[in-house]
C-alpha cells in the first residue's frame, strides 16, 4: 500500500518540483515569464531573490522568484523560405 502511494501522488510532486526549480535556475534577463497571478512580463534584472519585471512601457514591478508560473513560448518567426517535403 505504501508504495502504491508513493508512487502515485509522492513521486509525480518530487518531480514537478524539480522541474519548477530548473526553470527557476535557467530564467534570466529577457525571458518573458508568466507569474502564477497572470501577470505577464519580460524579466529586465535578476536578483537573488527577486526579480525586476517589465510589465508595460516605464512600468517595473518587482516580483518574488516564486511567484513565477511558467515561460511564456514566443511563436518562431517564419522562413522566407519554407521546407519542402521531398517527392518520391
Given at each position: 500500500?505504501?508504495?502504491i502511494?508513493?508512487?502515485l501522488?509522492?513521486r509525480?510532486q518530487?518531480k514537478?518540483q524539480?522541474q519548477?526549480?530548473?526553470l527557476m535556475?535557467?530564467?534570466?534577463?529577457g525571458?518573458r515569464?508568466v507569474?502564477?497571478?497572470?501577470?505577464?512580463g519580460?524579466?529586465?534584472?535578476?536578483?537573488?531573490?527577486t526579480?525586476l519585471l517589465?510589465?508595460a512601457?516605464?512600468?517595473?514591478?518587482?516580483?518574488?522568484?516564486?511567484?513565477?508560473a511558467g515561460v511564456?513560448k514566443?511563436?518562431e518567426?517564419?522562413?522566407a523560405f519554407?521546407?519542402?517535403?521531398?517527392?518520391t
Amino acid at each position: 500500500m505504501g508504495v502504491i502511494f508513493y508512487f502515485l501522488l509522492i513521486r509525480p510532486q518530487q518531480k514537478r518540483q524539480k522541474q519548477h526549480q530548473q526553470l527557476m535556475a535557467n530564467l534570466k534577463s529577457g525571458d518573458r515569464i508568466v507569474t502564477s497571478s497572470g501577470i505577464h512580463g519580460l524579466i529586465s534584472n535578476v536578483k537573488e531573490t527577486t526579480f525586476l519585471l517589465k510589465v508595460a512601457d516605464n512600468v517595473k514591478i518587482e516580483i518574488d522568484k516564486s511567484a513565477v508560473a511558467g515561460v511564456e513560448k514566443t511563436a518562431e518567426p517564419k522562413s522566407a523560405f519554407p521546407e519542402t517535403k521531398p517527392t518520391t
